[in-house]
Every structure is written in C-alpha cells, then in structure tokens.
C-alpha cells in the first residue's frame, strides 16, 4: 500500500511565496515520475511541473520562471517552490508520484489528497 501525504499549502497574498511538500510512503522500488498538478474550480485538472528520475523538469508556461520542482530520491519526496504567486494560482494542488514496488512489477500512478493554494490579498 502507498500513500502521499501534501503539506504547504495556505493562503499567501500575490507576489508571495510558498513551498510544498509530497512524501510518499510505503511499498516502494522506484519512481519513475514525480508532478504537481492543480485543478481551480469549474476548471479541468492541469499539469503544473514534473520531474523525472534523472532531474530533468517540464513546466506549464504559466508558472515557468515563477515555479520550481524539486525531488529528493532518499525521502521519496517531491516540492514546488512557488514564487511570484498570483491570483490565479488559486486552486487545489495535487502531487502524483508513478510507483513501482518491485523489479518486475509494473507501475501505478498514486495521488496526494490535495491542498488548497489560496493567493488573495
């Protein structure tokens, strides 16, 4: 069994700053893949940034140069940095990790609970 745990979201006033966390837990060999996505309301669900084994990241152009998404393997763990927040940042924010839990075994994708990001001054 795997579980996401988020934590960081808030409420922050525009221009500000906030850093959010996703640790993963439990039957783990390898993941692959590590995001954050958001999904505002009446909205669909979108990525916001990714970030692969290897380090190499991908980002949404409304938040590149402002974002920054970061892993640390040893703690199965992803982060956003999110900077030069603006209103329409506003949404519930969701880390997505796909997890393998053996060798041979294939990969499921596993989602965090969400966090409500609220930029409003």
């Known amino acids: 069994q795997v579980q996401l745990v988020e934590s960081g979201g808030g409420l922050v006033q525009p221009g500000g700053s906030l850093r959010l966390s996703c640790a993963a837990s439990?039957?783990?060999?390898?993941?692959?893949?590590m995001a954050w996505y958001r999904q505002a309301p009446g909205k669909q669900r979108e990525l916001v940034a990714g970030?692969?084994?290897?380090?190499?990241?991908n980002y949404a152009d409304s938040v590149k140069g402002r974002f920054t998404v970061s892993r640390d393997n040893a703690k199965n763990t992803v982060y956003l940095q999110m900077n030069s927040l603006k209103p329409e940042d506003t949404a519930v924010y969701y880390c997505?990790?796909?997890?393998?839990?053996?060798?041979?075994?294939?990969?499921?994708?596993?989602w965090g609970q969400g966090t409500q990001v609220t930029v409003s001054s």
């Open positions: 997505n990790m796909n997890i393998r839990d053996g060798l041979a075994s294939p990969t499921y994708s596993h």
């Open positions: 970030i692969i084994s290897g380090g190499s990241t």
């Open positions: 439990g039957s783990i060999f390898s993941i692959a893949f």
